[in-house]
């Protein structure tokens, strides 16, 4: 596949820096917070980036479709589409943001025909820019990303993170959470899945799971972690878009290890469940 067009790349990152800007100028300071259930948050922030990054597609790609976390009109976008589509969180990490914890980011991904081809994630609390374009590698302000090189999960740091409906259907999750904490270094839950895919891509983390992950949760740091020499695949090993709930992200090495106490863990409680 030949190189995206740079023009491309140019919109994601001046988009995700523009987030980072709105998202600083009311970081810390009080702001309109409603619930769209009974833990997930929605800001006035959320919402004022995210229309900041559908004016700037419409005016530069008009063509193109965008999906975005909180002012998505229907779910027709839910399922891959063809041709350009941009694939926004204008805040990942909202839980953090209300609450004044500096981790949450700004994620935009770009898919063709379903595939994302180029990534960024912009962190502005640490001023740290994320970037990849399919085939090109990922980076980190400018300088070249790599995975880590652990090569078992009893030496790797692990992360994870929780649906918000891990209230009414979380056991598992939790049950999964105690069976990795048990057999690797530590396992973290930062609150920002787009973060969590770029440190597996940084090599500060070996791996990441979630189950019922959105697109734009996903879809740009899922090309970071890949263009980082990293793998990502669905649960099940197969291959991982960005519409696939279930991501298993690593740096490769670990990544079977991985896998396989995902499947063993769920089989095992669903043989407790019929004894
Ligand atoms: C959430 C974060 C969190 C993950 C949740 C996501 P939001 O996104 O990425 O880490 O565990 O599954 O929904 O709501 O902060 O954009
Ligand atoms: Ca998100
Ligand atoms: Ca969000």
């Known amino acids: 596949m030949p190189a995206p067009d740079p023009l491309l790349l140019a919109t994601a990152i001046d988009a995700v820096q523009k987030a980072g800007a709105i998202q600083m100028a009311h970081f810390g300071r009080p702001m309109r917070i409603d619930k769209k259930g009974t833990i997930d948050l929605v800001t006035e922030v959320d919402v004022a980036v995210e229309r900041m990054f559908r004016a700037l597609v419409a005016e530069r790609f008009p ?101 918000y409906t891990v209230h009414e259907s979380g056991e598992e999750l939790i049950g999964l959470f105690g069976h990795f904490i048990g057999r690797s270094r530590a396992v973290r839950r930062l609150g920002s899945a787009a973060l969590d895919l770029c440190y597996v891509a940084a090599g500060r983390l070996d791996g990441f799971y979630e189950s019922t992950l959105k697109p734009w949760d996903t879809c740009a740091g899922a090309l970071i972690v890949e263009e980082a020499g990293g793998r990502v695949t669905q649960w099940n090993g197969q291959r991982y878009q960005s ?33």
């Open 63 to 163: 063509d193109h479709q965008v999906l975005g976390e909180e002012l998505q009109e229907d779910d027709r976008l839910r399922a891959a589409a063809p041709g350009y589509c941009w694939v926004f969180d204008p805040i990942d990490g909202t839980t953090n943001f209300a609450h004044g914890l500096p981790i949450f980011c700004a994620s935009l991904g770009l898919e063709l025909d379903g595939e994302a081809i180029v990534a960024a994630v912009y962190d502005p609390t640490r001023r740290e820019l994320y970037t990849a374009e399919r085939g090109e590698g990922a980076r980190l302000n400018g300088e070249r990303l790599a995975v880590s090189k652990a090569n078992d999960v009893l030496n790797s740091l692990l992360c994870t993170g929780f649906p």
């Open 243 to 275: 519409r696939h709930g279930h991501l298993l992200a690593t740096n490769g090495l670990i990544h079977d290890e991985m896998r396989a106490m995902l499947t063993d863990y769920r089989a095992q409680r669903a043989a407790n469940r019929t004894v």
